[in-house]
Structure formats: structure tokens, C-alpha cells
């Protein structure tokens, strides 16, 4: 059985950092490739980051380039976001996504994890 497993996150004032972890098992991590997204209250879900299998190549939202950098330990079958400079309207659930090969800025994730709050006070 696969499982997304989220931790890091917390309240922060804007400006702070946080660090999310993503610890996957039950599938070959270096398989997939993955991401994260969130999503604000009253809003869609929205692409944040993602990382290609081996961790080479990495995209990220318009709103979060510069801020937020994604890595992987694929010895640790882990996915981090660390989040620099936050602001309030980062403020949202934080979502891991595995999918199987092929990166995506998409929602068309095989696997999802549970989810971690951010909350960014100003």
C-alpha cells in the first residue's frame, strides 16, 4: 500500500521559513516523480513545485520561484519543499504527489498524501 506521509508544517510569521518533508512508501520512490501542491482556503488546488526522478530538473509556480526550492533524497524515499521568504497567501494545505515516471505540473498524480498546514501569519 502506498503511502504520502507530510510533515513540517506550522504557523510562521511572513518572512520565515519552513521546511516540509514527505516520506513515501510501499512503491519504488526513484520510479517517480514528484510534487507538491496546496490549496487555500476557498480556492482550487494549485501546482507548487516538482522534481523530475533523479532530482535533476525542477519546476516550480510563478508565485513560489525564487522562494521555495524542492529536493529529494531518494536513499531517504523523501521529498522536501523548503520555503523561504513566506508571505500570507501562502497560507494553504501542502499536499505530496507521486506519479509514476513522467513529471507534470498537473493534478494527474498517481498518489497523494494527506496533506500539512501552512499558515503564515502577517
Known amino acids: 500500500q502506498v503511502q504520502l506521509v507530510e510533515s513540517g508544517g506550522g504557523l510562521v510569521q511572513a518572512g520565515g521559513s519552513l521546511r516540509l518533508s514527505c516520506a513515501a512508501s510501499g512503491l519504488s520512490f526513484s520510479s517517480y516523480s514528484m510534487a507538491w501542491f496546496r490549496r487555500a482556503p476557498g480556492k482550487e488546488r494549485e501546482f507548487v513545485a516538482a522534481i523530475v526522478r533523479s532530482g535533476g530538473r525542477t519546476y516550480y509556480a510563478d508565485s513560489v520561484k525564487g522562494r521555495f526550492t524542492i529536493s529529494r533524497d531518494n536513499a531517504k524515499n523523501t521529498v522536501y519543499l523548503q520555503m523561504t521568504s513566506l508571505k500570507p497567501e501562502d497560507t494553504a494545505v501542502y499536499y505530496c504527489?507521486?506519479?509514476?515516471?513522467?513529471?507534470?505540473?498537473?493534478?494527474?498524480?498517481?498518489?497523494w498524501g494527506q496533506g500539512t498546514q501552512v499558515t503564515v501569519s502577517s
Open positions: 504527489a507521486a506519479r509514476f515516471v513522467q513529471v507534470s505540473t498537473q493534478s494527474n498524480y498517481n498518489f
